[in-house]
């Protein structure tokens, strides 16, 4: 059988609960397609800044450097949130995705029929919609220069022609796996990186994917209509601040932030996947949080890094198999109606046997 290596960083709060029912799922569907799955538990963020004092701690990086993919649970919480402590839990995240080179976030949002109910949408406005976003993950506002003194204080937000270029042809090459449509998402009207975000996005279009319809949306209005015609959008590219608010918003679309995975990706195959959530500190350590976001997240896994088509899809038709069976979680559940993580992973596991037989 073929070995894989995953590293998993279970991180804070939730992160542990959703990294072990993600686990389970690949354990079963590594057993089902005899592919050895070897995975390799290591610290980030709150709780690697407990164990040695640092959010990405030396050995954390250099096992997921090595590889073949990378499984996050979250980062963070009240416990590490003083603005004054020396180092933060997000700093491991964002240096983890900058030093593997993970420029590109692939952030999928596909209602799925039986969890309309749980959208604040109405149900007319979400049937069809289907959409992934492609955030920029290592530049912007979030790697700039930061300054401070005791009255001001500045992020700086710089993008290169460069950084713009390779995120835009992800998104055009993932779009002609789809319908063809690109909307490229900035603030033009006022920034000078959308500006450059725009002409650069244009030109790479216009040169190297004639067959790409591409429209441009400045971002306030963008927040507006992926809530009013979200069946228009088919792959949306955009910087990495724009990208996290607006992936949020569209988690409303499926009907719970539990429910988004997602995949990083940089030029190599090794990848990081997690949810786009965060750790959840209100309902952490309960054993209620959803773990489909982290599942799915594992199905990209599976896909993106590993090659593993077939197995990927029998994590997503399972997920789909117990979201039909009314297997919700307490973020999709009418009151009273609501299942444990262990419960939903066990759904998930159940569906494994109809949606993956065993090989023989
Ligand atoms: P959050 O995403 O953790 O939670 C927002 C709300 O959604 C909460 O009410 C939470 O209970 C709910 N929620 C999130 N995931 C859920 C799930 N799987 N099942 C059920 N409910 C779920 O955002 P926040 O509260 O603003 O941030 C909390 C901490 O998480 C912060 O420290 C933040 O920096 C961190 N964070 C980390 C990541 C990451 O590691 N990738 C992402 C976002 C936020
Ligand atoms: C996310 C999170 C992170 C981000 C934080 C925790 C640094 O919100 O993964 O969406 O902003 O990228
Ligand atoms: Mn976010």
């Given at each position: 059988s073929t070995a894989f290596d995953i590293v998993v960083l279970p991180g804070d709060g939730i992160g542990p609960e959703i990294t072990a029912a993600a686990v389970d799922v690949l354990h079963a569907v590594g057993a089902r397609h005899d592919r050895?799955?070897?995975?390799?538990?290591?610290?980030?963020?709150?709780?690697?800044?407990?164990?040695?004092?640092?959010?990405?701690?030396?050995?954390?990086?250099?096992?997921?450097?090595?590889?073949?993919?990378?499984?996050?649970?979250?980062?963070?919480?009240?416990?590490?949130?003083?603005?004054?402590?020396?180092?933060?839990?997000?700093?491991?995240?964002?240096?983890?995705?900058?030093?593997?080179?993970?420029?590109?976030?692939?952030?999928?949002?596909?209602?799925?029929?039986?969890?309309?109910?749980?959208?604040?949408?109405?149900?007319?406005?979400?049937?069809?919609?289907?959409?992934?976003?492609?955030?920029?993950?290592?530049?912007?506002?979030?790697?700039?220069?930061?300054?401070?003194?005791?009255?001001?204080?500045?992020?700086?937000?710089?993008?290169?022609?460069?950084?713009?270029?390779?995120?835009?042809?992800?998104?055009?090459?993932?779009?002609?796996?789809?319908?063809?449509?690109?909307?490229?998402?900035?603030?033009?009207?006022?920034?000078?990186?959308?500006?450059?975000?725009?002409?650069?996005?244009?030109?790479?279009?216009?040169?190297?994917?004639?067959?790409?319809?591409?429209?441009?949306?400045?971002?306030?209005?963008?927040?507006?209509?992926?809530?009013?015609?979200?069946?228009d959008y088919d792959v949306v590219v955009t910087e990495n601040m724009f990208g996290d608010i607006l992936t949020d918003e569209a988690s409303m679309l499926a009907g719970s932030l539990g429910l988004l995975p997602s995949a990083s990706l940089g030029e190599g195959r090794a990848g990081l996947y997690e949810p786009i959530h965060g750790s959840a500190p209100d309902i952490a350590g309960r054993g209620i949080a959803n773990p489909y976001a982290t599942i799915l997240s594992a199905a990209l896994l599976l896909r993106h890094s590993l090659g593993l088509e077939q197995e990927a899809r029998c994590i997503e038709d399972a997920v789909s198999a117990a979201l039909d069976a009314g297997v919700f979680t307490a973020d999709l559940a009418p009151q009273g109606q609501a299942v444990s993580t262990r419960e939903a992973t066990a759904a998930v596991l159940a569906q494994l046997d109809v949606a993956c037989p065993a090989v023989a």
């Amino acid at each position: 059988s073929t070995a894989f290596d995953i590293v998993v960083l279970p991180g804070d709060g939730i992160g542990p609960e959703i990294t072990a029912a993600a686990v389970d799922v690949l354990h079963a569907v590594g057993a089902r397609h005899d592919r050895d799955f070897r995975f390799h538990r290591h610290l980030i963020g709150g709780a690697a800044i407990d164990a040695t004092g640092e959010a990405l701690p030396a050995a954390t990086l250099d096992a997921a450097q090595r590889a073949d993919a990378v499984l996050l649970g979250a980062v963070g919480g009240p416990k590490w949130s003083d603005p004054k402590a020396p180092v933060q839990p997000e700093q491991g995240l964002l240096a983890i995705r900058k030093a593997m080179g993970l420029y590109a976030n692939l952030r999928p949002v596909a209602p799925h029929p039986a969890a309309l109910g749980a959208s604040p949408i109405k149900p007319h406005l979400l049937n069809g919609v289907d959409m992934i976003v492609v955030r920029e993950l290592t530049g912007g506002v979030y790697f700039g220069e930061k300054t401070r003194t005791a009255t001001t204080a500045s992020d700086l937000c710089e993008y290169s022609v460069a950084e713009i270029e390779r995120v835009v042809r992800r998104a055009c090459t993932l779009a002609r796996t789809r319908r063809g449509k690109v909307t490229s998402v900035d603030k033009a009207n006022v920034l000078e990186t959308s500006r450059l975000w725009r002409e650069t996005a244009t030109r790479v279009v216009a040169d190297e994917f004639p067959d790409i319809t591409l429209e441009h949306q400045l971002v306030d209005s963008m927040a507006m209509h992926l809530l009013s015609r979200p069946r228009d959008y088919d792959v949306v590219v955009t910087e990495n601040m724009f990208g996290d608010i607006l992936t949020d918003e569209a988690s409303m679309l499926a009907g719970s932030l539990g429910l988004l995975p997602s995949a990083s990706l940089g030029e190599g195959r090794a990848g990081l996947y997690e949810p786009i959530h965060g750790s959840a500190p209100d309902i952490a350590g309960r054993g209620i949080a959803n773990p489909y976001a982290t599942i799915l997240s594992a199905a990209l896994l599976l896909r993106h890094s590993l090659g593993l088509e077939q197995e990927a899809r029998c994590i997503e038709d399972a997920v789909s198999a117990a979201l039909d069976a009314g297997v919700f979680t307490a973020d999709l559940a009418p009151q009273g109606q609501a299942v444990s993580t262990r419960e939903a992973t066990a759904a998930v596991l159940a569906q494994l046997d109809v949606a993956c037989p065993a090989v023989a």
